[in-house]
């Protein structure tokens, strides 16, 4: 795509005409087809704004290095139309006439204005006019034709619309930008004057509704600029030299008009554009110069685009002056901050992010300063314009993520010291037995400890990582020492439990022994002495029987040698009842 201009050696009307045959299907990517005019980037402009690698990388195929050719936004385009939220705000350097009616079809495929209308629909619902209601039925009618490229059948619509609410905003934008962009093979109902009229309308009406919702100010704003846009499309048929009058009298009035644009929204690049580029025409330097300043401000492309605009030819030497100055602007700006961003870099990679949480941020920044080198490098305004950003990103991010990582460290070098401590708490009274490895452990531990205090960079970490790892060492040893002892103390503690046992067991068993004896003893001796009785009784009965038989005395003894023969029994029954149990 080419950026027309009075001048340009076809109306404004056959422009569109050939730059609308990129077509784009509302359901599958732009296309591109028939033939495009093409525009020359100039070495100074190439040397100062962007490179070829620059152009490749911002236009894609839109630029041919070979040629040093641009089709101006071909490729920006499609990446601009794939925001849901596309508008000419949003495309910035990237917009052109042809796109203005691919807009609106977005727009109506995305439905990203249908919030507002209900707003408003809402508001005439309470007013129970069926008339309003059946004014946005035809303008829904008039965005289906207008989707399908029937511009003719849906200016229809749209005038029906009109007829039954002639002040809504919608309806009046959609006529006024299909009379100013609609052409395409089939139909051609282009009419500069009706353009103006109805946007003019539809700026108005957008005011009025700004109280509604505060988004109606940037609609305004786009119909103020587009109304300019009329103007300075008939100028095409204007001679300056011949009509130098109405010339300057169009410019003027299309120079208030995209002033009122950028008061309804700041943030319009094209209106400030629009309006350099009308005062480029007057040869008003000096404020054609300003106003592109704040455009190339929003959007550092319009350095670009205003290089292949023809429109500025008047005003080229200034043009080039302000992109050198742009450059030297950049450049020193950037300069400034490079030597504290290749300072943050080369602390950088003095740290590891192996393993590391931040590994991610780590590379980005590494490619980032990669990006700056290799931009600065370039000495243009986008190559130094593009690497400010980062630099202060890089400065912003590298302190941070060098503090994470440190942070990162020093935990995992707390977490090994702890280990450590506890090792040796848990030796308890066995730590005596190792006190040199002991003592080593804790050396190391301490000095360790000493590092995170001090804990600067990565090498600050290794000393620590080293000690920590010495210290793990000496605290190993120093556990199998005290576990060894553990073991054995235990051997030893389950020896002697052993022992007593069994010496506890046989006092048991010689106590229950003893008793054993000592019954036996009873048991024989009272046994004994019971026999000892009866003999004795048998005893002296048998020898009192025989003295009554011999003598005729009859004295009965028999109970004193019982009581003998007891005694007697009794005394030899414990004396064997002792010998038996030993």
């Known amino acids: 795509m080419s950026i027309w201009y009075p001048g340009y050696g076809t109306s404004f009307s056959k422009y569109l005409l050939l730059e609308t045959k990129v077509g784009r299907d509302l359901a599958g990517p732009i296309t591109k087809s028939g033939e495009s005019i093409t525009s020359y980037i100039s070495e100074q402009t190439r040397s100062i704004v962007a490179n070829n690698d620059q152009l490749e990388q911002i236009l894609g195929s839109g630029f041919n290095s070979l040629t040093n050719s641009i089709n101006w936004g071909f490729d920006s385009i499609e990446f601009a139309l794939q925001d849901v939220n596309a508008s000419i705000e949003s495309l910035h350097a990237s917009f052109n006439y042809g796109l203005t009616l691919m807009l609106d079809q977005v727009r109506i495929s995305n439905n990203l204005l249908t919030s507002l209308i209900e707003k408003i629909d809402s508001i005439n619902d309470k007013l129970g006019n069926p008339t309003l209601t059946g004014s946005r039925e035809f303008y829904n009618m008039g965005c289906v034709r207008l989707s399908k490229g029937l511009y003719d059948k849906a200016l229809e619509s749209f005038h029906k619309a009109e007829k039954m609410n002639d002040t809504d905003f919608f309806t009046q934008f959609k006529i006024g930008n299909i009379y100013l962009y609609g052409i395409n093979n089939d139909v051609n109902v282009i009419d500069l004057d009706k353009a103006k009229y109805h946007l ?54 299309a120079i208030q008009l995209t002033k009122k644009a950028a008061e309804l929204n700041p943030n319009l690049a094209e209106a400030y554009y629009h309006e350099a580029k009308f005062y480029a025409l007057q040869n008003q330097a000096e404020l054609s110069i300003s106003l592109l300043k704040k455009a190339i401000d929003i959007d550092m492309n319009y350095a670009i685009k205003v290089s292949i605009d ?10 080039q002056k302000l992109l050198y100055d742009l450059k030297e602007i950049n450049k020193k700006d950037c300069i400034n901050l490079l ?17 590391s949480s931040y590994n991610k941020e780590f590379f980005t920044c590494l490619q980032n300063y990669k990006f700056v080198k290799q931009n600065s490098n370039y000495d243009t305004i ?66 360790a400890k000493t590092g995170l205090t001090e804990f600067k960079n990565q090498n600050d970490y290794e000393n620590a990582l080293s000690d920590i790892s010495k210290a793990q060492i000496f605290s190993e040893k120093a556990k199998q020492i005290t576990d060894n002892f553990i073991r054995l103390d235990k051997e030893q503690r389950d020896q002697k439990n052993r022992q007593e046992k069994e010496e506890k067991e046989k006092i048991l068993k010689e106590k229950k022994l003893q008793k054993t004896r000592n019954e036996s003893s009873l048991d024989r001796a009272g046994g004994l002495a019971f026999l000892g009785a009866i003999i004795g009784f048998i005893t002296g009965f048998v020898s009192c029987v025989k003295n009554v038989q011999h003598d005729g005395s009859g004295n009965w003894h028999f109970i004193t040698y019982a009581f003998w023969g007891a005694i007697i029994g009794a005394i030899v029954g414990a004396i064997s009842g002792q010998l038996k149990s030993e």
Not at 310 to 319: C, I, L, P, R, T
Not at 342 to 347: F, T
Not at 392 to 415: A, D, F, G, M
Request: negative net charge.
């Open 310 to 319: 023809k429109a500025f030819d008047n005003v080229e030497s200034n043009v």
């Open 382 to 447: 986008l190559g130094y314009y593009n690497s400010i950003p980062i630099c202060k990103k890089i400065i912003e991010t590298i302190p941070e993520l060098i503090n994470n990582r440190k942070t990162e460290l020093r935990n995992e070098l707390k977490i090994r010291i702890h280990n450590c401590e506890k090792m040796l708490s848990d030796m308890g009274r066995y730590g005596y037995e190792a006190d040199e490895n002991i003592e080593n452990t804790l050396f190391f531990i301490n000095s």
């Open 200 to 253: 003019l309308n539809a700026a108005r009406y957008a005011k009025a509704e700004c109280i509604i919702d505060a988004s109606f100010e940037k609609l305004g704003a786009e119909a103020y600029l587009h109304a300019a846009i009329s103007i300075y499309a008939k100028l095409h048929d204007l001679l300056p030299e011949k009509q130098q009058k109405e010339y300057q009298s169009l410019l003027d009035e």
């Open 339 to 355: 030597p504290n961003v290749q300072s943050l870099v080369s602390n950088l990679k003095k740290w590891t992010f192996n393993n």
